[in-house]
């Protein structure tokens, strides 16, 4: 487990509203990863940005994560929607699949990816 000052940073927690996403160039297992960090219902949640039904970013084709309803993430490809919460996909294609979670923290007005798996990127 990570401690505190090996979380990498994501945003100040204003800037993330409910029903938006910010996205976090990281590195993932040693592997160059974009990462979905969104608020839904007041918590935030991180998941690798790769839809379960092709390997593309959730958003690929719209920088929209959420669909037009607001409950439901959703692939700009595809429309392959998730539950925000558990990254789990309702849509028939990939019933049951989930998106890969990332442990994400909020803490003290920020927002934090504290995930054993993720390494800041280095330019």
């Given at each position: ?25 990281v590195?993932?297992?040693n592997?160059?990863?974009s ?6 219902e007041g918590?935030?949640?991180?998941y ?17 994560i959420?669909?037009?309803?607001g409950?439901?993430?959703r ?6 929607i ?5 990254g ?9 699949e ?22 800041e990127?280095?330019k």
């Amino acid at each position: 487990m990570k401690t505190p000052e090996q979380w990498i940073k994501v945003c100040p927690s204003d800037a993330l509203i409910d029903r938006r996403h910010i996205i976090k160039e990281v590195l993932y297992d040693n592997q160059p990863e974009s990462i979905i960090i969104c608020r839904f219902e007041g918590q935030c949640y991180a998941y690798i940005n790769r839809c379960v039904h092709m390997p593309k970013r959730l958003n690929c084709e719209h920088d929209i994560i959420f669909d037009l309803s607001g409950k439901f993430l959703r692939c700009s490809m595809h429309g392959i929607i998730y539950t925000p919460d558990t990254g789990t996909s309702q849509s028939t294609m990939c019933n049951g699949e989930q998106l890969k979670a990332v442990k994400v923290t909020e803490k003290e007005g920020m927002i934090y990816l504290n995930d054993k798996h993720i390494h800041e990127l280095t330019k």
